[in-house]
């Protein structure tokens, strides 16, 4: 009676931090999204997830949370209906930005990256796992479209609420999953509270 061989272990999954670290001592004068997507390979939701919220938490640029909320509805409906790989649109994909500039991102950006990739672990995660995947989906659609809305400084919370979701679907963390969607639910009301004020003062005004 032979012995059965051992199959093989996966190879760990790749964070964002190895890919992003790989592309800025890469060849070429441009870094394009799909690069990014490319060397996620199908790891690339939750790290893009993730990738795309962490502006709207650390910086305030106007106009920031539409060039962001875009690539986080397309991931979030990807979610949804249960997709197992991310597929972006032609001219997001080969949205570029010169070596330099990608340099500066990183340098930028890492830190903050691998403070939260350290958060998390696989833990206390429900059974299920497609349905799951879909109710994140959900949850980071509506919070995307929370980030379309023009209000100055509320980016922050739903942006927060995603990057709590990222990092449950990335390493399967039930605490993680239970604290994103409970930041799904203050994201709403808070910008549900800052519209109704904004709507009661212009009230009084007019």
């Known amino acids: 009676m032979t ?5 093989p272990a996966p190879p760990p999954p790749r964070r964002l931090s190895d890919v992003l670290r790989e592309l800025e001592t890469g060849l070429g004068p441009r870094i394009a999204l799909g690069d990014l997507v490319a060397g996620l390979r199908d790891r690339s939701f939750a790290p ?8 709207n938490v650390f910086l305030y640029l106007p106009g920031s949370s539409v060039l962001t909320g875009l690539p986080l ?3 979030a409906l990807q979610l949804v209906a249960g997709r197992g790989s991310v597929w972006l649109p032609r001219a997001l994909s080969e949205r570029s930005v010169d070596r330099a500039s990608f340099a500066r991102i990183v340098r930028y950006s890492l830190p903050w990256i691998e403070r939260i990739e350290r958060l998390a672990r696989p833990r206390l995660w429900p059974g299920n796992a497609p349905a799951i995947d879909r109710l994140i989906g ?3 659609l509506v919070l995307a479209l929370l980030l ?3 209000i100055p400084f509320a980016n922050g919370v739903p942006a927060c609420a995603i990057i709590a979701l990222g990092l449950a679907l990335s390493e399967r963390d039930g605490v993680w999953l239970i604290l994103g969607l409970i930041a799904t639910l203050f994201a709403m009301l808070f910008v549900a509270a800052i519209m109704g004020g904004g709507a009661f003062a212009l009230s009084r005004i007019f």
């Open 3 to 7: 012995a059965l061989s051992a199959e």
């Open 48 to 55: 893009l997830l993730v990738l795309f919220a962490v502006p």
């Open 73 to 75: 509805m397309i991931l």
């Open 138 to 140: 959900l949850a980071c």
């Open 148 to 150: 379309f809305l023009p």
